[in-house]
């Protein structure tokens, strides 16, 4: 569980502390960095994977804007498996560039747990750590990608490879549903941001344990008037169509996944998640889930990831504006995230004001929330 | 928009009580999420208390109106008050709406813990705490809110018939209100 994210110099973000729980609600007006905090994290993410090399993820325009500051930090807090772990990683942006030391490169990465290092790269030299913290082997490495995601997994370091894989695991999910494509030519491990390959994910997900399968398929047969199932069809050598079938009037119906209206396609992907990722373990970070979804939808499905993370199964994160999103987690788990005329941006608890009787959404709109008296508004 | 309508309604001062009171209604009624309207006060000092006993009047009204069969759950804190203070509130809260008081058909139930929910959350757990001791501020469970969904099943195994009396006062009367949505 990620409970901790600090972010300095990366754009609005200066200096800035995001601490998480379990469930956690992020509000806050349009403009206040909102979708920075998941933007650093994907990006972490694909440093991590080595995806890309850090010029490409951490490009100049990344810095933030009225600083002259050459050193962005990212901190990740993370508990689990057995532990409490520390990432950070440096990265330096320099006018100049040489083939041995990159235009923009990591100067420090480090992971430890519970306080003791598990590995530390800095000034182009890796060290390793044994689970027990004994030093490994030192050896020098490219400042230009980050080395912690290439250390091969064996017995002694099964706590730098859980490390890793948690945050390869990490989801961070921006619905679109017009964009999500019904045919599948690969299976993928990941959903992608904006949700494109939902199907060739769910290719390989609905192939793993059938009891989530069976889940979601309950819960889409109670949500979706008429649904009978998921199906894939061939389309090709290595090529399937998704395909959701319908009952009507005891006739069969059967459309593509891309002939389902938006809304029923955000609901297909918000019920998946929650009875595939959340089960695994996973830290799952939904911006605007509820776009699409019609209001009658959205507190059956809020209860049902609550009561999901609350059994202790993963993590969910949710960026939202909705007003039945507010009126559920605000009080409980919700953080607002403020900023004052293209500042920096800074995060709080959400509080009700005291001696009102609103409920949050209406609090919010009206901008009578918390110690600031801005509440989730009067960022511009 | 679904042509299906809310069976239970829940009020309640917090989320936490307001998710222990519907895992129980998910379970003794074999609902699902879709069939409950869950709704949480704002906090702050009193303010949740004056929203539920606003909005119970309001409640009553709308389920005698629209839907008779409607369950409606009402959950207040006692805090150190004694229960029945808060069942004269809403019983007052009624009246002063001008409407008449709850009869004992209506699927209208009151959850009053005596202290707060994590009270039963710990009985209902097995931490065994009496209804003087402040749970919330002793942290008396480690983690509240993942106690809830065993806590709301015991809960149901206790509102099943020769289930032996809980020991708290609150809770066993929780019990016999929370028995009406079944009726």
Not at chain 1, 59 to 87: A, C, I, K, M
Not at chain 2, 10 to 23: F, H, P, Q, T, V
Request: proline share 4%; glycine share 8%.
């Amino acid at each position: 569980m990620l409970k901790r994210l600090y972010i300095d110099n990366f754009r609005a973000l200066v200096n800035t502390d995001l601490a998480l729980e379990r469930r956690t609600l992020l509000m806050g007006a349009n403009g206040t960095g909102k979708s920075t905090f998941a933007d650093v994290l994907l990006r972490l993410q694909w440093l991590i994977s080595g995806i890309s090399k850090t010029d490409e993820i951490f490009t100049s325009d990344t810095l933030t804007r009225w600083q002259n500051v050459p050193r962005q930090r990212f901190e990740l807090d993370v508990t689990g498996s057995g532990g409490d772990y520390h990432y950070e990683v440096v990265v330096e942006h320099r006018k100049t560039a040489s083939a041995e030391e990159p235009r923009t490169r990591i100067v420090r990465e480090v992971l430890k747990t519970d306080s003791d290092p598990l590995f530390h790269f800095e000034e182009g030299l890796v060290h390793l750590y044994r689970d027990d913290h004994s030093a490994g082997p030192e050896y020098p490495f490219d400042w230009g990608r980050s080395a912690l995601g290439t250390i091969t997994p064996r017995g002694d370091n099964q706590k730098l490879t859980w490390f890793v894989r948690w945050l390869r695991g990490l989801t961070v999910l921006r619905p679109n549903p017009p964009g999500m494509l019904d045919l599948v030519e690969r299976d993928d491990f990941l959903i992608a941001v904006d949700t494109r390959n939902f199907a060739a994910w769910y290719h390989m997900a609905s192939s793993g344990d059938k009891r989530h399968d069976r889940q979601l398929h309950d819960d889409l047969v109670d949500v979706l008037p008429g649904f009978d199932a998921l199906n894939f069809e061939a389309a090709g050598p290595n090529r399937w169509l998704l395909r959701a079938d319908f009952s009507r009037s005891g006739e069969k119906v059967m459309l593509r996944f891309g002939e389902l209206s938006d809304g029923q396609r955000a609901l297909i992907l918000l019920y998946a998640v929650a009875r595939f990722l959340l089960p695994e373990g996973r830290t799952v970070l939904l911006d605007e889930p509820d776009n699409y979804v019609s209001l009658d939808e959205i507190q059956p499905w809020l209860l049902s990831v609550t009561d999901i993370v609350d059994g202790g199964s993963g993590q969910l994160v949710l960026v939202s504006h909705h007003p039945e999103i507010f009126n559920q987690w605000a009080e409980s788990h919700g953080t607002v995230a403020e900023r004052e005329s293209c500042g920096p941006i800074r995060t709080r608890k959400f509080s009700s004001a005291p001696g009102v009787e609103l409920l949050p959404a209406e609090a919010v709109a009206r901008g009578w929330t918390g110690a600031s008296g801005a509440g989730g508004n009067g960022s511009q | 928009m679904s042509d299906r309508f809310a069976e239970v309604i829940i009020l309640a001062e917090d989320e936490r009580s307001g998710n222990l009171l519907r895992r129980y209604v998910l379970r003794a009624l074999n609902l699902d999420n879709r069939r409950i309207r869950q709704q949480i006060a704002p906090s702050g000092k009193g303010d949740a208390k004056q929203w539920v006993l606003g909005q119970y009047s309001n409640e009553v009204s709308a389920v005698r109106k629209l839907h008779r069969k409607t369950g409606l759950v009402v959950h207040l804190d006692a805090d150190t008050d004694p229960v029945n203070r808060r069942a004269n509130q809403l019983a007052a809260a009624l009246k002063a709406s001008g409407q008449d008081g709850r009869e004992s058909t209506e699927r209208v139930s009151h959850a009053i813990p005596r202290r707060e929910t994590e009270t039963w959350l710990c009985v209902l757990t097995g931490v065994q705490v009496d209804e003087e001791t402040d749970c919330k501020r002793k942290r008396s469970l480690p983690d509240f809110d993942a106690a809830v969904q065993r806590a709301a099943l015991k809960l149901y195994e206790q509102t099943r018939a020769n289930a032996p009396a809980p020991g708290l006062p609150s809770l066993a009367t929780a019990i016999s209100e929370l028995q009406r949505l079944e009726a």
